[in-house]
């Protein structure tokens, strides 16, 4: 019997890694795609178009060079950065309390808290009251305007919730026989054993805010604010291509190729800080999704 299960074990694990395997397999093709087209020169482009493999030795950068060297991208790029910094501070510093608070199982009101923050969370207001609200209030052509909005989600507030819960009442009580309110409480308890669950829920609103185009379309007017997003959205759709990218850049990349790097440049600050923080996401997600 012990020899079935474990014949059963094996090839369970072995099926696994074979489906696994054709997701990456699936994930890796676009990637790879996108990878040549941005380091494919252009006489090869115009000779055979993208290729599917390119010799080490044809790549070329110009296609990154003509993005990072326009006078657009610089000051988009410190937007991005500005947008997603500040953006994700403001919700945590949302998050936190709101999420404690609604940890605490004595908080009077608690159940009439959580309905209407899940009603909020079923029921959106819609595009035309949220504008004229940032516009009454007199937020356009700033930064505040894509911040404000989407500062605080449900869904991470409840994980984040999920995870004080999930921590033990004794050092609540312990703090509070020592004296310490509720902010100390939370301030020297809860957030020393909360690095897990905070660089988790970072990782989600950095990753929202740093993707965010459509608010900063409504919102934001002046080019001198427009972020990273907006400018290579504008690139991909644009049927006027010189109005973002000097007509002489033409003579050594492809357009196809100033494309996709862009679409690499955007993704890098991403894929930088998720090594960094990956070893916290699993523990972060699974404690704050599960309580015992």
Same mark, same amino acid.
């Given at each position: 019997?012990?020899?079935?299960?474990?014949?059963?074990?094996?090839?369970?694990?072995?099926? =696994?890694? @074979?489906?696994?395997?054709?997701?990456?397999?699936? @994930?890796?093709?676009?990637?790879?795609? =996108?990878?040549?087209?941005?380091?494919?020169?252009?006489?090869?482009?115009?000779?055979?178009?993208?290729?599917?493999?390119?010799?080490?030795?044809?790549?070329?950068?110009?296609?990154?060079?003509?993005?990072?060297?326009?006078?657009?991208?610089?000051?988009?790029?410190?937007?991005?950065? @500005?947008?997603?910094?500040?953006?994700?501070?403001?919700?945590?510093?949302?998050?936190?309390?709101?999420?404690?608070?609604?940890?605490?199982?004595?908080?009077?009101?608690?159940?009439?808290?959580?309905?209407? @923050?899940?009603?909020?969370?079923?029921?959106?207001? +819609?595009?035309?009251?949220?504008?004229?609200?940032?516009?009454?209030?007199?937020?356009?052509?700033?930064?505040?305007?894509?911040?404000?909005?989407?500062?605080?989600?449900?869904?991470?507030?409840?994980?984040?919730?999920?995870?004080?819960?999930?921590?033990?009442?004794?050092?609540?009580?312990?703090?509070?026989?020592? +004296?310490?309110?509720?902010?100390?409480?939370?301030?020297?308890?809860?957030?020393?054993?909360?690095?897990?669950?905070?660089?988790?829920?970072?990782?989600?609103?950095?990753?929202?805010?740093?993707?965010?185009?459509?608010?900063?379309?409504?919102?934001?007017?002046?080019?001198?604010?427009?972020?990273?997003?907006?400018?290579?959205?504008?690139?991909?759709?644009?049927?006027?291509?010189?109005?973002?990218?000097?007509?002489?850049?033409?003579?050594?990349?492809?357009?196809?190729?100033?494309?996709?790097? +862009?679409?690499?440049?955007?993704?890098?600050?991403?894929?930088?800080?998720?090594?960094?923080?990956?070893?916290?996401?699993?523990?972060?997600?699974?404690?704050? +999704?599960?309580?015992?």
């Amino acid at each position: 019997m012990l020899r079935v299960r474990t014949r059963d074990a094996i090839a369970f694990q072995i099926g =696994v890694a @074979i489906f696994l395997s054709i997701i990456l397999f699936i @994930i890796l093709i676009p990637l790879w795609r =996108v990878i040549v087209t941005a380091f494919v020169p252009l006489d090869t482009y115009t000779r055979e178009g993208i290729p599917f493999f390119l010799a080490p030795w044809d790549w070329t950068v110009e296609a990154f060079r003509q993005l990072i060297t326009h006078s657009l991208f610089p000051r988009a790029l410190l937007n991005s950065f @500005i947008i997603t910094g500040l953006g994700t501070i403001i919700s945590l510093l949302l998050t936190i309390p709101m999420a404690y608070g609604l940890s605490v199982k004595n908080l009077p009101g608690r159940n009439f808290f959580m309905i209407l @923050i899940l009603f909020t969370y079923l029921f959106s207001p +819609g595009l035309i009251p949220v504008y004229l609200l940032i516009t009454r209030m007199g937020l356009t052509d700033n930064f505040l305007a894509i911040i404000l909005p989407p500062a605080v989600s449900v869904y991470n507030t409840l994980v984040m919730m999920r995870f004080f819960e999930g921590l033990p009442d004794e050092l609540r009580e312990a703090a509070a026989l020592d +004296g310490a309110n509720e902010f100390q409480i939370l301030w020297n308890v809860m957030l020393p054993l909360s690095k897990p669950i905070i660089l988790t829920i970072g990782l989600f609103y950095a990753v929202y805010f740093w993707n965010e185009f459509f608010t900063p379309i409504l919102y934001l007017n002046d080019h001198d604010l427009m972020p990273l997003p907006v400018l290579l959205r504008n690139i991909l759709i644009s049927a006027s291509f010189n109005e973002y990218v000097e007509y002489d850049a033409f003579s050594s990349s492809a357009l196809e190729s100033l494309k996709a790097a +862009g679409v690499l440049i955007t993704m890098l600050p991403m894929l930088a800080i998720y090594p960094w923080i990956q070893r916290y996401f699993t523990k972060g997600t699974l404690v704050g +999704g599960v309580k015992e």
